[in-house]
Every structure is written in C-alpha cells, then in structure tokens.
C-alpha cells in the first residue's frame, strides 16, 4: 500500500468514523457498501474489513455516548451478553451463505427497517427519553439485535435502534447509546469468525480505523446537538442511502 492511498483509506475512515458516532452505528453501515463499490470487495470480505475499523469505533462511541447520557450499565450488560452468543450464529450463518444472496438480503432489510422507522416518526408521539420496560425485555431484543448484527456485519445495533425507540420508548439519542453497549461484544465475535474464515483485509481495515477514531467523536457530539426528529430522519435517510448503493454495486 503506497502512502497516498493510505491517507485517502484514513480520509475515508474519518468520515466513516463520524457518520458512525453521528448515528450510533460504528460506521459499518456506511462503510460495507462504500468498500464493495470503491475498493470491489465482495459482500463476505467488505463485511469483515468494515468490522475491523467498527470495533475501536464503537468503543470510543460508547464512552462518549454515557459522557453526554449516563447508560445504566445494567441495560447495557444485558443487552451484551444476550447479543453475544447469538452474534457468533449469525456470522457462522453469513459464511456459509452465498454472497450475492447475501447483498440482496441486506438490501431489503435496510430498506425495511428505513420504512418502518420513518413511519413511526410521524405515526407514534415522541419518546420520553428512558427506557418504559423492565430490563429482562432487552434480553430477547439482544438476542434478535446480535444474530441479525452477526449475519449482516453491522454489531447489532442498528436493529437494536429502532426497536428500542418504538419499543422501550426510548430517545433516539438514548436508543443509540445503549444499542452501542450491544455493539461491543458482537462486533469482536463477528471480526474473530469472519478472520478465522479468511475474510478481513487488514490494512485497509487498520487505515479506515486510524481515521475513524478521529471522527467519532464529533458525530457523537452533533447527534446530541440535534432536535430529535431531524436525527430520526437522518438515520431513516442513511439506511435507505446504503439500500441503494448496494443496489448499484
């Protein structure tokens, strides 16, 4: 790897990083379809490569995350280990199954969730703020949230998102805080199966991680400076944007 390509894959990792602390994600939604159209990775090692910068990232998003919103580490244990298990079946699954298949999948998904959750903006009254269920309902939803993060590459926490949103009747910027304590140990589980099967390039996930770390925070910063809804929106519009670049690839 020459030098100007290696800062380019930094450039590229900071703005990954800060859409990733921006929405509480990681980066790895943005950067699986970035890296199949920019970099040709199939869907298999665009998904491995993405998690190597999505790890450093979702820890330093966590911990600005409970900087600004105190996360109740009893929500955010449960919520880990009920991912974490199932995380590991659904990167098991992802490497068996085909990967065009595969693309097609997440595809759907994207624009499933992106549908539903710009729904419910305009359908249901704005969320409070805490968490309206007893924590043994995160247990089920850290089970569902990690085997989707693990199938898809994306730790969880974008599926865990909206349902805390329309489920526990949490805040956007509560729901992504927490979803990232889900984050952690899938998205390890997830990068440990897909480099066991050979699907992870390192350098480029170690370049986009450099530059990532530097632009996690201030997405983190701006999602809390934001109104609620115009977050909401944002985050529908980013689902439905990685839908259609993967159609495009």
Same mark, same amino acid.
């Given at each position: ?11 590229? #990792?900071?703005?990954? +990083?800060? !859409?990733?602390?921006? =929405?509480? $994600?990681? #980066? +790895?939604?943005?950067? $699986? ?14 998904? #491995?490569?993405? !998690? *190597?910068?999505?790890?450093?990232? *979702? @820890? ?77 309902? &995160?247990?089920?939803? #850290?089970?569902? %949230? ?21 489920? =526990?009747?949490? %805040? ?10 889900? /984050? ?15 699907? *992870? ?6 370049? &986009?991680?450099?530059?990532? !770390? %530097?632009?996690?925070?201030?997405? *983190?910063?701006?999602?809390? /400076? &934001? ?10 519009? !980013?689902? %439905? =944007?990685?839908?259609?670049? @993967?159609?495009?690839?």
């Amino acid at each position: 790897m020459d030098l100007l390509q290696f800062l380019l894959d930094i450039g590229l #990792g900071l703005v990954l +990083g800060f !859409l990733g602390g921006l =929405f509480g $994600i990681g #980066g +790895g939604l943005i950067a $699986i379809p970035v890296l199949g159209l920019l970099f040709g990775l199939d869907q298999h090692l665009a998904q #491995g490569s993405a !998690l *190597v910068m999505v790890v450093p990232n *979702v @820890l330093l998003a966590l911990r600005r995350y409970h900087q600004h919103n105190r996360i109740d580490p009893r929500h955010a244990l449960v919520m880990a280990g009920s991912g974490l298990c199932t995380a590991w079946l659904g990167a098991q699954a992802a490497n068996l199954l085909d990967a065009g298949h595969m693309r097609q999948a997440f595809c759907g998904f994207l624009l499933a969730l992106a549908t539903w959750s710009g729904l419910r903006l305009f359908l249901r009254p704005a969320p409070g703020g805490e968490l309206c269920r007893p924590w043994p309902w &995160l247990v089920p939803l #850290g089970m569902g %949230s990690g085997t989707l993060g693990g199938l898809f590459g994306v730790g969880g926490a974008l599926v865990a998102t909206p349902l805390l949103i329309a489920l =526990f009747g949490a %805040s956007q910027v509560v729901a992504q805080g927490l979803s990232l304590a889900l /984050a952690v140990p899938s998205t390890l589980v997830s990068l440990a199966t897909y480099a066991l099967h050979g699907r *992870v390039d390192w350098m480029l996930g170690i370049s &986009l991680a450099i530059g990532g !770390l %530097s632009g996690v925070g201030w997405g *983190v910063r701006l999602a809390h /400076a &934001l109104p609620e809804r115009a977050l909401g929106l944002l985050f529908c519009g !980013l689902m %439905s =944007f990685c839908a259609l670049l @993967l159609l495009l690839d």
